[in-house]
């Protein structure tokens, strides 16, 4: 082995041996029970192995398919970063056209991943990598910790982990839910009792993918299937996956910052220096550790719109192919997830005609929107076909409302828009919701840039603009980018229902600021004392994040990481587990065949027997019976008719529907008590003791 190759060794085994140690140390915070060092340690290595390699293989897959569009940006510093992003687009796009044509099985999947991995071969034919020179800044150290914790958490079970999501609710209901049920089918195709089936759904998609290309059973009736067969280690992967795509935008948007520096004359060293410090930014940032250790879509969306930046800036690409590029890259993250129409695009929009002379804006708009539309149209002909509204459930006005009538489009519009005024959402914005209460959760009250796991990534950006402002080398490009986010807080405060996770995008030109700002700074003596700061910023985010972590699930966050996936289903079983946990008992003690209607509860991942669930705006079996019948007395025939066995009850959701006005009025509260009393005593209640929140009644016959 030659020099060269020994550094080149060292340059890859220490960074993972000092993430690995980072990870046991973590996996070992909490209060008892938590898993010792060495325990930790342990479950790490035995438990990252399979979801890990499946993230690899992926994103080496993605990299092999934006090799297709490599004459466009070949000349590029950044080429190989380019094409990684393009690459996770149009893999997201071809999931999705796979999945409608209902060719979602094996030897599809399996080939839809084996060609991008054999383009990425055959580009790599030629390279020698003994020879290739790689530097690697020593400031990516600072990025381990959160790199770490991100890791660790993905490895957690969904549900187990973030108080902010509310166990990952969303994971548990339609993320994961959604892709367990196209394996099933093996399609990707809108359901009438699950709403956001409707949505783009790529990076929900790319989950099933991952249940496909692993052959993973779909047909075990009464057994964990699908993503959750086996120990479950499909829905790591689907995790690890999306920690993956955090971690893609973090190493994006450093050579955005790089490329940037360099060209306003900034030296390449310090350039790259200052890049790593926007990406090492981005990754602390507690919120994207929490969403980005999820099965969520968020990192999907900000992985994608940062490689737009990158090519919006990128004069070494000839326009046409410029508009075209960054068409794929918005488009993608439109797929990913919707908002991105609005929280990424403003951005990359502005970047793309600031960095072109204004003769150049029809050759950058005209290809770029046609192929953006050509992204989306996947998505657009689904919805179409199945409801007659590509773009349900927007603007029923004009398209229809597909299977739903004018009470579920007020209802679902009036959850999913902000009541306040101008000035109430200025103030969510910048500080607390006006009609939350003081003693509400942090993730209610602080609904904006201020909630505190944005810790003070918003503030410090806007103290970088106004110095990158001031500085020769970085002042246009800094005015676009506070134009960016200003048009993203615009955005949000108009057209979202103000969540603050829905602000992630804007963390892409928040931290690019940090780093041009330390750019922009000439003197080492300026240079200096900023460059401290940044890095106080950038512990204090990581601390954040930990600290955030260690008080996840009573101070126990790692009490998951013992139990892995099988907990959640209720495995190794005891009948005191069934008294404590609804999933568990029904997975163990009901029947191979039984089939549970779930009533206000629809976080039914785990539930290994046949669950009727639907969303709070669809109509649920019960509310159709409802409608239909219009009699309590005939509800359970109806029900029995469906097949339903059993009946689960979650009152605590009942009543907060109820309190907030979303719950389906077909379904009174006097009828459902009436009808409930008609069930007789329930087989189970939980908790035991207290007041009942869950209940479990047989619907006999």
């Known amino acids: 082995m030659n020099s060269p190759q020994i550094r080149a060794a060292v340059l890859v085994a220490a960074p993972v041996l000092a993430l690995l140690a980072l990870m046991t140390i973590l996996g070992s915070l909490g209060?008892?029970?938590?898993?010792?060092?060495?325990?930790?340690?342990?479950?790490?290595?035995?438990?990252?192995?399979?979801?890990?390699?499946?993230?690899?293989?992926?994103?080496?897959?993605?990299?092999?398919?934006?090799?297709?569009?490599?004459?466009?940006?070949?000349?590029?510093?950044?080429?190989?970063?380019?094409?990684?992003?393009?690459?996770?687009?149009?893999?997201?796009?071809?999931?999705?056209?796979?999945?409608?044509?209902?060719?979602?099985?094996?030897?599809?999947?399996?080939?839809?991943?084996?060609?991008?991995?054999?383009?990425?071969?055959?580009?790599?034919?030629?390279?020698?990598?003994?020879?290739?020179?790689?530097?690697?800044?020593?400031?990516?150290?600072?990025?381990?910790?959160?790199?770490?914790?991100?890791?660790?958490?993905?490895?957690?079970?969904?549900?187990?982990?973030?108080?902010?999501?509310?166990?990952?609710?969303?994971?548990?209901?339609?993320?994961?839910?959604?892709?367990?049920?196209?394996?099933?089918?093996?399609?990707?195709e809108p359901a009438p009792h699950n709403v956001y089936s409707y949505l783009p759904s790529g990076i929900e998609g790319v989950y099933a993918l991952i249940g496909s290309m692993t052959l993973a059973p779909t047909d075990d009736a009464?057994?964990?299937?699908?993503?959750?067969?086996?120990?479950?280690?499909?829905?790591?992967?689907?995790?690890?996956?999306?920690?993956?795509?955090?971690?893609?935008?973090?190493?994006?948007?450093?050579?955005?910052?790089?490329?940037?520096?360099?060209?306003?004359?900034?030296?390449?060293?310090?350039?790259?220096?200052?890049?790593?410090?926007?990406?090492?930014?981005?990754?602390?940032?507690?919120?994207?550790?929490?969403?980005?250790?999820?099965?969520?879509?968020?990192?999907?969306?900000?992985?994608?719109?940062?490689?737009?930046?990158?090519?919006?800036?990128?004069?070494?690409?000839?326009?046409?192919?410029?508009?075209?590029?960054?068409?794929?890259?918005?488009?993608?993250?439109?797929?990913?997830?919707?908002?991105?129409?609005?929280?990424?695009?403003?951005?990359?929009?502005?970047?793309?005609?600031?960095?072109?002379?204004?003769?150049?804006?029809?050759?950058?708009?005209?290809?770029?929107?046609i192929v953006g539309v050509l992204m989306l149209s996947p998505w657009l002909e689904r919805n179409a076909t199945h409801g007659g509204n590509p773009v349900f459930p927007q603007m029923t006005g004009v398209f229809g409302s597909a299977h739903w009538d004018d009470e579920q489009v007020d209802r679902y519009r009036g959850a999913h828009r902000f009541e306040g005024g101008a000035v109430d959402r200025v103030q969510t914005l910048v500080w607390t919701s006006p009609d939350a209460p003081p003693d509400a959760p942090s993730v209610e009250r602080w609904r904006g840039a201020m909630n505190p796991q944005f810790g003070v990534i918003f503030p410090a950006a806007l103290l970088a603009g106004v110095i990158a402002l001031l500085c020769l080398s970085t002042h246009k490009p800094a005015a676009y980018l506070l134009l960016g986010l200003g048009l993203q807080a615009v955005a949000w405060m108009m057209f979202t229902h103000l969540q603050s996770r829905f602000l992630i995008p804007g963390v892409l030109p928040g931290a690019a600021l940090l780093g041009l700002a330390l750019g922009g700074v000439r003197t080492k003596r300026s240079r200096g004392p900023l460059g401290v700061a940044w890095v106080i910023v950038i512990a204090a985010q990581a601390g954040l994040g930990v600290w955030v972590f260690a008080g996840q699930r009573g101070g126990r966050p790692n009490f998951g990481l013992l139990g892995r996936v099988g907990m959640m289903r209720g495995e190794p079983y005891d009948p005191l587990v069934g008294r404590a946990d609804p999933t568990a008992f029904m997975n163990n003690e009901l029947d191979e065949g039984s089939r549970v209607l779930y009533v206000g509860d629809s976080a039914a991942l785990y539930n290994v027997h046949d669950a009727l669930v639907s969303t709070t705006w669809d109509r649920s079996p019960l509310g159709e019976i409802a409608r239909e019948t219009g009699e309590t007395e005939r509800w359970s025939h109806a029900l029995r008719a469906r097949g339903v066995t059993h009946v689960y009850v979650d009152l605590g959701e009942v009543r907060r529907l109820t309190l907030s006005g979303w719950r389906d009025p077909g379904v009174g509260s006097e009828s459902l008590a009436r009808w409930l009393e008609s069930l007789g005593e329930p087989i189970q209640i939980w908790p035991e003791e207290g007041e009942t929140r869950q209940l479990l009644y047989r619907l006999g016959g």
């Open 31 to 188: 209060k008892d029970p938590a898993p010792d060092p060495l325990t930790a340690l342990g479950l790490i290595v035995s438990g990252i192995g399979p979801p890990l390699a499946v993230c690899v293989i992926l994103l080496l897959s993605c990299l092999g398919w934006g090799s297709v569009l490599r004459r466009g940006f070949a000349e590029a510093p950044d080429a190989w970063t380019i094409q990684l992003g393009l690459g996770i687009a149009l893999l997201i796009t071809l999931t999705l056209v796979v999945g409608a044509l209902g060719l979602l099985i094996a030897p599809v999947s399996i080939g839809v991943v084996g060609v991008g991995l054999g383009l990425l071969g055959w580009q790599l034919r030629g390279v020698e990598f003994g020879a290739t020179s790689v530097r690697v800044s020593r400031v990516w150290l600072l990025g381990l910790p959160s790199a770490a914790l991100l890791l660790l958490a993905a490895m957690a079970p969904p549900g187990w982990l973030w108080d902010s999501e509310f166990g990952a609710y969303d994971a548990l209901s339609y993320h994961l839910r959604l892709p367990q049920e196209w394996l099933a089918s093996g399609r990707i």
């Open 222 to 369: 009464g057994a964990a299937s699908g993503l959750l067969a086996g120990s479950g280690w499909r829905v790591i992967a689907a995790q690890m996956f999306h920690a993956g795509l955090a971690l893609v935008t973090a190493w994006t948007l450093h050579a955005f910052v790089r490329r940037v520096l360099v060209k306003g004359g900034v030296e390449a060293l310090h350039a790259g220096r200052c890049g790593v410090v926007a990406g090492v930014a981005l990754l602390a940032t507690p919120w994207v550790v929490v969403v980005g250790s999820l099965a969520y879509n968020e990192m999907g969306a900000a992985a994608l719109g940062a490689a737009a930046m990158l090519v919006a800036v990128e004069d070494r690409i000839r326009p046409v192919w410029r508009g075209v590029l960054s068409a794929v890259l918005v488009g993608g993250a439109c797929a990913a997830k919707p908002t991105a129409i609005f929280l990424v695009a403003p951005v990359v929009g502005v970047l793309l005609l600031g960095s072109a002379p204004v003769r150049d804006w029809g050759r950058l708009i005209g290809p770029g929107v």
